[in-house]
């Protein structure tokens, strides 16, 4: 009785583990002279979720930018990020912002030390996005981050450094 127990125990946990959850796979993806630039990431549900109440809950700053594992630029090129530069490499992100209502995006390197910091713009949309979108644009060495979720959006600039 015990080992059936445990087998529908088990059974269970795996059921759950592979049962979907609403989350999708994210990338945004730019053109560069030398390359492309990349975000890689898993898109959260809304749910109908208060957003800026669950970001700003103790312990939500920083905001990992997105669900299941951390999302990550890849650049083959140098970034002038904000006042920062951004070396050619993989990189985590994470937004914060503090209670003057500023947001950032800082870029980590695989020691978790802070690589770059740009500034973000904090605006609002008429439409709705139930999943979060990160998207890139650009244009002659000038590109631009949006990241948007439910009608919160956060844009920042930057370009290829040098």
């Known amino acids: 009785m015990t080992k059936r127990l445990m087998l529908l125990a088990a059974a269970g946990a795996l059921l759950l583990a592979f049962t979907p959850h609403g989350n999708i796979p994210g990338k945004a993806e730019l053109e560069v002279d030398g390359g492309t630039i990349e975000i890689d990431y ?3 549900e809304l749910k109908g979720r208060d957003l800026l109440a669950n970001l700003k809950r103790p312990g939500a700053n920083p905001w990992r930018l997105g669900a299941d594992r951390p999302t990550t630029l890849s650049t083959p090129v140098d970034l ?4 920062d530069t951004l070396g050619s490499g993989r990189y985590t992100l994470r937004v914060y912002w503090d ?3 500023r947001w950032w995006l800082r870029a980590y390197d695989s020691g978790q030390s802070v690589a770059a910091t740009l500034p973000l713009e ?3 949309s008429d439409q709705s996005e139930e999943h979060l979108v990160i998207s890139l644009d650009g244009s002659a060495g000038n590109a ?3 990241i948007q979720w439910g009608t ?3 844009d920042g600039t930057f370009s ?3």
């Open 160 to 162: 290829a450094a040098g």
């Open 42 to 44: 898993v898109a959260p």
């Open 80 to 83: 002038a990020f904000g006042e």
């Open 152 to 154: 919160h959006v956060l």
């Open 99 to 101: 209670d003057e209502d």
């Open 122 to 124: 904090k605006s609002t």
């Open 144 to 146: 631009s981050i949006r």
